[in-house]
Structure formats: structure tokens, C-alpha cells
């Protein structure tokens, strides 16, 4: 049976996150699996590479699955652009090694994270970016920033209950792009992540830009493994999951 591997585009803010609900909620994987029914005729179970929480969005999301079907890569995609909602789109598809698996065959995941950082709210900003209206200092957060890259134990950056095999992570990135007051730019891409765990970055970072925490106190958050130690998680509205490397 034919394996395929597509990458997604979508605007997450009228669904509940990546997942299927057993209540029936909106999600994205809902949608693409009941497009991809309707196209080759049979059920389909698409497996994503990133389970993106409800109102983030998407520009390079990967998901596989297996279909039989006889219609050429770029067939499949059209015919599924033409019943996919508004909201979600199909950017590329190709077909995959047997191998091939969109979560477990991922090396790493790029993600971006906007802060609209000025006294006067921007509506054609609402809902791409978190508005931030008290002033941010740059520097300082930049500083923190460089505290996060690497292997760290992030259990304070992960929502709590959430069950994991081990919160350790590594980031290879967290870079703060931008001006205050203007829009500023959060790059973090790492091996994988925890549940919230770019938003509570993004959170403690804005705590660390506004004074509330110093610069150095991430160090001792890291250290404390204690989700309370940590700042507030961010909106989601705000972050896109940008490029999944494999």
C-alpha cells in the first residue's frame, strides 16, 4: 500500500489543536482525514508530526498515510485542496518510504513565535501575534534567551500534567528578532518539544523583558523543575509551527 507524506498549511484559530476528540470537536487532523476519505473512498488514519495545541497555526506541518489508491502525487493533492475547508491546505505531497513515519521519523521542528510589542494595538496583528503593550526590554530577554539553547531538563516549561517519558530537550535555537516598540520575533527550533512549552518559553521571556524576572533567573527556573517557577504561558494565537526536518 502506497505511503504518502504531505506538508500542511493551516490557520489554526477554529480548531481544537492537531488531534482527534472523542467528543467531535473540530480538529485538524479530523479534517484532513475525512478529505483524504473522501478522495481515495476508504478511512484513513493521518499521522502528524507535531500535535499543535488549539489556535496555533501552521505553515510547514508533515503528516503521512497509507491509501490505496492509483491517483498520481500531485492528483492526490489537488483533488484534496478541492474538499479541504478554508482553513487547512495541502502545500506539497509526495509519496514516502515504507519507513516513513511524520512523527517518529522527525529530527527537528522550527518554530515562530509573535509579539506585538507597542502601546497601540494592531488589528490586522490580532491574530497573528500577542500584544504585548508595556514596554520590553530586548536585551534582556535576548540574554535569556541564550540560558534556554541547549540540553536542559524543561519540566518547568511544560503545562502541568502532562505525561512524558523525559522532559529533557535540546534547542538548538532561541533567538529574538526585532525591535521595541514594534513587532519582535521568537525563533526556537529543537529536537522536540514539550506540551506548551514555546509558548511558556515565550511567557517568561516577556516576564523577563518587562522586569519582572531577571535575565539570570532562567537559570534557576531550569534548575527548579517546577512549572510555577517558570512564567505565563503565552496566547496561542501567536505561534506557528514553521518547518518539521527529517
Not at 506539497?92 to 497601540?120: C, Q, T
Amino acid at each position: 500500500m502506497p505511503k504518502f507524506r504531505l506538508t500542511l498549511e493551516y490557520d489554526g484559530r477554529d480548531f481544537e489543536g492537531w488531534q482527534v476528540q472523542s467528543d467531535g470537536r473540530r480538529t485538524v487532523q479530523g479534517a484532513l482525514e475525512a478529505a483524504v476519505a473522501r478522495v481515495v473512498g476508504q478511512p484513513v488514519r493521518v499521522v502528524g508530526a507535531s500535535r499543535t495545541d488549539a489556535g496555533v497555526h501552521a505553515e510547514g506541518q508533515v503528516a503521512s498515510f497509507d491509501a490505496k489508491t492509483l491517483l498520481a502525487p500531485e492528483v492526490l493533492a489537488r483533488a484534496l485542496n478541492g474538499v479541504l475547508p478554508w482553513d487547512v491546505a495541502v502545500v506539497d505531497l509526495s509519496e514516502a518510504p515504507d519507513h516513513f513515519h511524520a512523527r517518529r521519523s522527525a529530527r527537528g521542528k522550527l518554530y515562530r513565535y509573535v509579539i506585538w510589542n507597542h502601546p497601540r494595538r494592531s488589528p490586522l496583528r490580532s491574530d497573528r501575534s500577542w500584544h504585548v503593550a508595556r514596554a520590553l526590554d530586548v536585551g534582556a530577554m535576548a540574554q535569556a534567551a541564550e540560558v534556554l539553547r541547549g540540553t536542559h531538563d524543561f519540566t518547568s516549561f511544560q503545562a502541568v500534567g502532562t505525561p512524558t517519558r523525559t522532559t529533557v530537550r535540546t534547542l538548538r535555537r532561541v533567538d529574538l528578532a526585532g525591535e521595541a516598540p514594534g513587532e519582535l520575533v521568537l525563533w526556537v527550533e529543537g529536537t522536540a518539544f514539550l506540551r506548551h512549552m514555546v509558548r511558556i518559553l515565550a511567557g517568561t521571556l516577556v516576564d523577563v523583558g518587562s522586569g519582572r524576572l531577571p535575565p539570570e533567573a532562567l537559570v534557576s527556573i531550569l534548575a527548579a523543575r517546577n512549572r510555577q517557577r517558570a512564567g505565563r504561558t503565552a496566547v496561542a494565537r501567536a505561534l506557528t509551527l514553521m518547518r518539521v526536518d527529517y
